[in-house]
Each structure stands twice: as C-alpha cells, then as structure tokens.
C-alpha cells in the first residue's frame, strides 16, 4: 500500500513535468508562506511534564523556522498541476530530537520542529468529469473540514500534524458536498523525502457538507483510521496488533443573528489490537456577539468531551482515539491535552480593540473521564490503575492577541501578520501525584508572512 501512494506521486510529478506549459495555458497561480516564531516552554515539553521530566527538557527556549512555496496551473480546462515544498527547522533548541521524536512503532522519526524540504500540496486534479460536478484529485494534499476537529492538517505545529498523500473523488453542487477519501498521513523525518518510508497510518471514508439554509450547515461523516504497524496491545496480554476504527457521526453549525453554535458526535468502534474498541466524542459550543458594545466582545462557551478506558483489564478498550482532527487552539494552548479520556470545560472571550488587533482570552478546566486511564500527554507514563489520583488535571489560561499589519506593497494578496501569546497550567490532583506539582508557562512571539501571486 505504501509503495502504491509513492507511485501515485512520482506519476503525478511525471505528469507535470511531460505537460511543462503549453502555449495556451492558463496563469501560474503560486503561493509564498513564511513563518518565524519563538517559544518559550517552562515546566513541560511535547511528551512530559513537571520541573525534572522523564525525557526531554524541562525549560526550553527556540526558534521555529517554516517555509511554504509552490503554486498551480491550468494547462487544460479539465487538468489541473500543482507542486508545493515545505521546509521546517528548529534554532536554539536544547532537546535531542533524534531521541525525543524517534517512533520505534516506524523506526523513524515523528518530528513535530524539523523537517526540511518536503513535499507540500503536490497533486494532479481531473475536473468536470464526467460532470461539472465531479472531480478527482491524487497525490500530496491538505484535507480540512469544518472546524478541524474530524480533519484538519494541525498547521500550528511546525511541520504539521497530518499531511496526506490521498486520493479524493469530489462531488460538489451549489454549496454542497460530498467527498470520497483514502489515504496515508506522512512520518515527519527529518531528512529523508517521505516516499521514501512508509506512513504513520492510513484511514479515509465519506465527508459531507449540506447547506441546510445560509447559515447553517450539516457535515456528516463515515471515517475509518487504519494502522498495520502492529503496535497496538491487549488488555489482557495477549499479542499486539493492528488498529481498526471506524467513525461515524455528524457536525452541526449555525449563525442564527448575534448567537453561533458549533456541535459534534462522533461514535467510535473497531479493534485496538486483541481488544474490542467501543468509545464516542462530543464537542458543543454556545456564543453570543456584542457588536454594540466596545471592543465588539464575543462571549462563548465550550465542552469538550472523550470516553476513557473504564477497565484496564476487560479486553474491551473505550478510549476515544480521535479521528485525523487537529488538536491546536481546541484543547488549551500548551497542546498538553488530546481529543481522548477528556472532559475540557472552556470560556471564550474575544476582543477587537482596534479593526487589525484581535485578543483571545481562554479558560480551561480539565479532568479525565475514567481516573483509571491515562492522561494524553503520555498516556503510557501518567496513568493510575488504581484510580487512586483523582480525575482533575488542572485548569489553564490562555492569552493570545493577533495584529494584521498592512501590505508592504499594495497589493491585495499579500498579509503580514504578528501573533503574541501566554498560557499557563496550574495542576490539578491527577497531575499533581502522576507528574509534578509545578505550574506550567508557555510564551511565544509569532510573524508570518504570505503572498499569492
């Protein structure tokens, strides 16, 4: 299977070299994406947490380093090309990535900082056809969907969560659509070209979107999350094995005058290795727009929610695994949590004092759904089969302010934006007997800057 995906790559590349730019051709379309920011962590990393962490450091301070270019043509109104590069690099940083981010599951690295000159949006597109409506798209390609939580390529990392080398069958009327997706998600290694080595997991399945009027839509989905590496163990001893999952559920979302709404469900089962896979996720979001007020606040509440493992020795697991979503700015800012064994409990306030300045102020309280499970930071190290540490993690602030400067030139294509931020992690009992009784900072300073041409 992972040889077949690297050949629909190579075929695509071929493909845009042999088509080069006929003489009636239309335009280039490309794309620049520039991004530098500095992190400051204290008292926690990308896998542990607390002042004396089992692996990696404790206070860290780096440049991230992200370069995106590329762009698209139209060589025939049936075909479109398009080839992208990334490049992601880390400065300054005192963590032994070869270390850290080794997966011995894919005896590579998994690097969230580095990984220098991959291939980024690299794809052949056939459209309308055999209708308008219809179109097929096959290589390297970003899969995003409604508020990134079932599918989203989590961007705020460095060199992105989830990067896809997929086939997708579109179905597309009106504001309406279908997709038809299969596909693998690239190991981040840092210098070795992806289709050299085989994917961190596979899945697909049935995307939808229905405009149910013009300001409300319906997103319902059939994904299945696929894993052959063998690494999935038994509760009750038996062989490790393969992961199995299949998704269903729905995302509704409406606009309705100053009050906006945003929920999801997921039903989640399968196998995980020996054992039966039985979990859900629920995410709900109620808020309210003061337009006449000033600074124009926006008020919102949010819950969070994924099933736990009840019983570590039941042969039946009933850990939410998520699906391929995002985890950035869903479950606090310092991306100690994930979308599994969770309860998030989040208040939103967001502010416009000026109409390029933008501050986003957040809340969170955290808590696991079953005290026997573990805490997704590392569910392997911080986990309590007792059940004797309690469920509340901890609770988190998050201060995030978003400056849009004006174009260098005047050109309508071009933005320059400036991001600052601060979160902190006070934790809780659960934290507190698992990890470390230390709170928790996070400081960053961001600039990036993007232009199509």
Known sequence: MRNGFSRLI?????????????????????????????????????????????????????????????????????????VGLQDARVFDSDLDEEGFFYSKKNDHQNNAYRDEWELYETFVEIRELPTPAWSLRVGRQTLEYGDNRIFGPGSWGNSGRYQWDAVKLSYRRNAHFIDFIWGGYILHEPTQLSLRHRHAGYGGGVYGHWQLNEKTVLEPFFLI???????????????????????????????????????????????????????????????????????????????????????????????????????????????????????????????????????QIEGHRFWLDQERDGWSLNSSRYRDKTGNSGRHLGDELDLILTWTLPPLRAVKKENIELLFGYSRFWPGEFAEKQADNSAADWLFAQISYKRKF
């Open 10 to 82: 190579s075929a695509g590349m071929a493909l845009l070299l042999a088509t080069a730019m006929p003489a009636n051709a239309a335009p280039f379309e490309g794309y620049v994406d520039l991004r530098y920011r500095y992190e400051y962590q204290h008292h926690f990393n990308a896998k542990n947490y607390g002042e004396q962490p089992a692996s990696g450091e404790s206070c860290d301070g780096f440049w991230l380093q992200r370069l995106r270019l590329g762009g698209s043509w139209q060589p025939h109104q049936h075909l479109k090309l398009a």
């Open 225 to 359: 999350k696929y894993d052959r590496h063998e690494d999935y163990g038994s509760e009750q001893g038996q062989p490790k094995g393969d992961l199995q999952a299949y998704n269903l559920g729905a995302r509704l979302a409406a606009l309705e005058g100053i009050w906006f709404y945003d929920a999801t469900l997921v039903q989640q089962w399968g196998d995980s290795g020996a054992d039966r896979l039985r979990a859900w996720g629920a995410h709900l979001l109620v808020g309210r727009r003061f337009a006449h007020l000033p600074l124009q606040p926006a008020l919102s509440l949010e819950y969070s929610f994924a099933s736990g493992d009840a019983d570590p020795a039941d042969g039946e697991s009933n850990a939410f695994l998520g699906v391929f979503g995002a985890r950035d700015r869903m479950y606090g800012r310092l991306n100690l949590l994930d979308w599994t064994n969770l309860h998030d409990a989040q208040c939103n306030l967001h502010l416009k004092p000026h109409k390029q300045v933008k501050l």
